[in-house]
């Protein structure tokens, strides 16, 4: 379960029935949660999301 409060995102995975918190995703292992929050509240969608592919993929080439 992932949660957007105060600029940033708070992650939490369901173990034995209780929720708690995690540093990142469980099934997105290599997502930069700060990077993908840097993002969040760009006005323009389609410009954004380009800006963020390519951030992803230059991160991947290094």
């Not at 992650?11 to 209780?18: D, R, S, T, V, W």
């Not at 995703?25 to 840097?38: F, R």
Request: charged content about 20%; cysteine-free; overall charge negative.
């Amino acid at each position: 379960m992932w949660f957007w409060q105060n600029e940033s995102f708070s992650i939490h995975y369901l173990n034995n029935g209780k929720y708690e918190q995690a540093i990142r995703s469980n099934l997105l292992l290599l997502l930069d949660i700060e990077l993908l929050a840097s993002y969040v509240e760009y006005d323009e969608t389609f410009d954004v999301v380009l800006e963020f592919r390519q951030q992803i993929s230059e991160s991947f080439s290094v």
